[in-house]
């Protein structure tokens, strides 16, 4: 089966440890994003790759980092800087434009992680 | 700075009732998608509307966009319980190369027996 998985599903953090969330696709997409949702909010930026070994900041980056070794692989640390991590993390992927400008299809979703500060 | 604005954010609605959710957006795009997603869930895809005009209907729902006015809309046809969920719009928009979405901050639909 395709699809993107994420874990842990649940995950708790304590005072000034950084934690790492993990996300793999076997979609064969170019672009991978990670996303927080805070609670009866939409979903917010905070880094996506479109390509191995890049990657670029989002809207809320700060206190996260990522990196993209492989293709299938897009994992998300969250840092002691990151001051309210208590969220829920989505991972998502999509195929890019082909030459005609166009993206025919849309971004498909992880099962997320829910992650708490204790 | 790209902003959609989805209203309205909470909607209560009998069985057997229509009724439409509208998405605006603030910026040019042809590419508008809807999701939904159930409480404590991810984030499951509805629609995809690629150009003015796009319409698609999945039972009940039924999603509009007319890229002129920067509006998409969803309409609900004699809504069921099973359609209680919140609902997305998103926004797919280039800049520099790069593609993102943006995100209205939902619409929660309860659907009353």
């Known amino acids: 089966d395709g699809g993107i998985t994420q874990s842990p599903k649940y995950l708790f953090r304590k005072e000034g440890q950084n934690v790492t969330l993990s996300c793999e696709q076997n979609?064969?997409?170019?672009?991978m994003y990670w996303y927080r949702q805070d609670p009866g909010q939409g979903l917010r930026l905070i880094y996506y790759?479109?390509?191995?070994?890049?990657?670029q900041k989002g809207d809320i980056a700060e206190g996260y980092s990522v990196s993209r070794e492989k293709k299938e692989s897009f994992p998300l640390t969250v840092t002691s800087a990151q001051k309210n991590p208590t969220a829920f993390y989505l991972c998502a992927s999509s195929s890019l434009p082909g030459l005609a400008g166009l993206r025919e299809d849309t971004q498909y979703f992880g099962p997320g992680t829910r992650l708490t500060v204790l | 700075e790209l902003k959609v604005e989805q209203n309205p954010l909470f909607l209560s609605m009998q069985e057997g009732k229509n009724y439409t959710i509208y998405c605006n957006y603030s910026?040019?795009?042809?590419?508008l998608y809807w999701y939904r997603q159930d409480p404590g869930k991810s984030l499951e895809s509805l629609f995809v509307l690629l150009s003015n005009g796009a319409v698609k209907q999945e039972g009940r729902l039924m999603a509009s966009l007319d890229t002129k006015a920067r509006l998409s809309t969803l309409h609900i046809t004699a809504a069921v319980h099973d359609l209680s969920a919140t609902y997305f719009c998103a926004v797919d928009w280039e800049w520099a190369g790069s593609y993102q979405l943006t995100f209205g901050k939902g619409t929660k639909l309860s659907v009353i027996p």
């Open positions: 979609l064969n997409h170019d672009a």
């Open positions: 790759s479109q390509i191995v070994n890049d990657f």
């Open positions: 910026t040019t795009s042809d590419r």
